[in-house]
């Protein structure tokens, strides 16, 4: 099990008339990752999704806040001592392109960090070449024609199985998936999304996967959280399917509301919200993250800042970070619903 606890990162943009900005990424995010579960943040550009993967996954480092994988936590940790618990979870990267070295091929790219799985294992070097055969047939490429090749001669579904063969090379706990179709074609997206599943039935592996896209959070994440991630906090949690089917936070359902519609299939959610203007950062943070934007902000909004939590007077399913939370039906309806 992986969790994160009060995780904060700022970074510092230097330059223009002040000297330098700092930019909160992260604003005290908590989050739990169950061995084969899968929990899914979405959220939109620049709200924070690609840090916290890459925090998780030990290729940055946190400002404040615990993470804790399998019992240890990771602060008082040494960086060497760090290591061994980081490669439990390996990073799936959004661009099948450049995550493979072109000059190395694909025998070679799985060979490397198979010999150290062998060095850590003790087990004997035929084990290496007989666990990349493996590890391609169990993403669905035959290993026979891929093995010897270069990725340029691959398509991008190929190398994105292929990426995934890397990750599940030192046996991870954990895979992060950021934006792990995006810039695939979309009629090879379902099949690497039902090859994520598969690997939690089969691997009992976790899945942290990282989208803007509602579609891919609701089919990845089958009986799994949702996190909400706006500038960096999470403004609502809970079972994927309630938070799609029944948002609370103004923003969760501004961002459902983008959901297109399918004229003639579907007709669209009598309760859409679009938020008030346009994302700007240089604004204040006194109160809600959200309040600038949001049609429904009252002068506490302004004010004051909710704290992720459940509301004793209006009781749902997920925590949210509102005032005013109410839920509404926003996503597209079946046009004879």
Known sequence: MITGTAITKTFRQRGGV??????????GVDFAIERGGAVCFIGESGCGKTTLGRIIAGLETCDSGEIVIDGTPMSGLSPRRRRPYFRRVQMIHQDPYSALNPTRTIHQTLRAPLALRARQTGRPKPWIDARAEELLALVGIDPGYVLPRYPHQLSGGMRQRV????????DPEALV?????????????????????????????????????IATARYIGDESELYVLYRGQVVEH???????????????QSLL???????GLERPGPDRIVPTEALDERHGDAGCLFARRCP?????CERDRPVLGHDPAYPTTQRHACFHP??????????GA
């Open 326 to 335: 109410r839920r509404r039906q926003v996503i597209p309806l079946a046009a």
């Open 257 to 263: 509301s983008a959901t297109p519609v399918l004229h």
């Open 177 to 213: 998936a950021d934006e792990a179709v995006s810039m695939i074609d979309v009629s090879l997206r379902l099949g690497i999304l039902a090859l994520l599943r598969r690997l939690r039935e089969q691997l009992g592996v976790g899945v942290l996967f990282i989208t803007h896209d």
């Open 18 to 27: 002040l000297g330098h900005r700092e930019v909160p990424a992260l604003r």
């Open 163 to 170: 990426v995934i063969a890397r990750a599940l090379t030192m």
């Open 296 to 300: 429904l902000a009252t002068e506490r």
């Open 238 to 252: 809970g079972p994927t399917e309630t938070v799609i089917n029944e948002p609370v936070h103004p923003y969760t």
